[in-house]
């Protein structure tokens, strides 16, 4: 009997660490933003570099090195920032219907502003795959995600 309460109290102390790594490491997997700004949803990442203005004033662009956006092949990353100083850049690339794991880069500062990495995505079992790169921005005072959609494979 006392082992079978024994194993039980285990069980639960084993659920109750679980529940807090979740918590503790919730963050990195769901990035906590103060500001979220929508872009132009006709900009399309595959064509051209996306602008967007940022309310508390400069701008964010997201441009990808290689276009269309190659799968499993690793591409280049750029963020331009202007009118802000970044302490801190990332781009976090999610399938929007489908869980594709964690892909987020922390781009490397280049000077004046410009932001670079580079990033493989995984191939989609259906060979198409819509996605969203959300660019992380930290200035230190605040927190900044712009999420940028874009697709890949047959309806490019």
Request: proline share 8%.
């Given at each position: ?10 069980g ?50 997201l ?70 790169a ?23």
């Open positions: 009997m006392n082992k079978k309460i024994l194993i039980d109290l285990i639960l102390e084993l659920i109750a660490l679980i529940v807090v790594v979740g918590f503790k490491l919730s963050p990195l997997l769901l990035p906590k933003a103060d500001v979220t700004v929508q872009p132009d949803p006709a900009c399309n990442l595959q064509v051209q570099a996306c602008k967007v203005a940022l309310p508390t004033g400069g701008e964010i662009e441009n990808m090195g290689t276009r269309p956006i190659p799968l499993v092949k690793p591409f280049g990353i750029q963020v331009k920032a202007t009118g802000l100083t970044p302490a801190r850049v990332e781009v976090d690339f999610a399938g929007i219907d489908m869980n594709m794991g964690l892909n987020r880069p922390e781009l490397k500062a280049q000077g004046e502003g410009s932001f670079v990495g580079e990033t493989t995505l995984p191939v989609c079992i259906t060979g198409q795959m819509d996605w969203q959300t660019v992380l921005v930290e200035t230190g005072k605040e927190r900044i995600a712009i999420p940028f959609r874009f697709a890949t494979g047959n309806h490019e």
